[in-house]
């Protein structure tokens, strides 16, 4: 069996999968998201990434004699340190997350600021039985009708902590408990 050597279908490959990210990325970028561009974007990047390591195994010799001239160092250097930090918790925490607003983190917010009383409604149970929950976590509940925010400062928790631990999956026993507030 006769195969083609790697050469001749890594650069090719690395070719097309670079055009395809290249132009679904600019489209994306520019919010240009028709048909199924975003998808192509994140699935077919997976053939860039294999085409760039088979051309990189094909040219092995050339790689590393980028790795020995401080030119080579310096370019790879900066695009290792760019992606380090692009992973990094430095940004969003805005409201808008891509120039879109961050619905997750809207609606956890609305929730951190309603009452027990309303979050009750909302998850169908009991302000009774939230303060109960609260008060296995070791949280004093004096007043149903303060935010889960407010609750969570006077004890000394983070609000997100306590949201959490309401919104837990109610266990079937305790979803079959009715109070009658």
């Known amino acids: 069996m006769n195969m083609l050597p790697l050469k001749s279908w890594a650069t090719p490959l690395v070719i097309g999968a670079f055009t395809i990210s290249a132009v679904t990325g600019l489209l994306i970028f520019f919010d240009l998201e028709i048909g199924i561009i975003e998808p192509v974007h994140k699935w077919l990047s997976w053939l860039l990434f294999i085409g760039v390591l088979l051309h990189a195994l094909s040219n092995w ?40 607003e961050n619905q997750g983190k809207i609606a956890l917010q609305a929730l951190e600021s309603t009452s027990l009383e309303n979050l009750a409604l909302v998850i169908k149970t009991t302000p009774r039985h939230l303060v109960r929950i609260l008060d296995k976590h070791g949280v004093v509940v004096n007043d149903t009708s303060l935010s889960i925010r407010e609750i969570a400062k006077s004890n000394g928790k983070v609000d997100k902590e306590l949201l959490s631990v309401l919104l837990r999956p109610l266990k079937t026993t305790d979803a079959n408990t009715t109070d009658h507030d």
């Open 61 to 100: 010799k050339q790689v590393t004699g980028y790795l020995s001239q401080k030119t080579g160092i310096g370019v790879i250097s900066a695009a290792l340190l760019l992606t380090i930090t692009s992973l990094l918790p430095i940004y969003g925490h805005e409201e808008k997350e891509h120039g879109k």
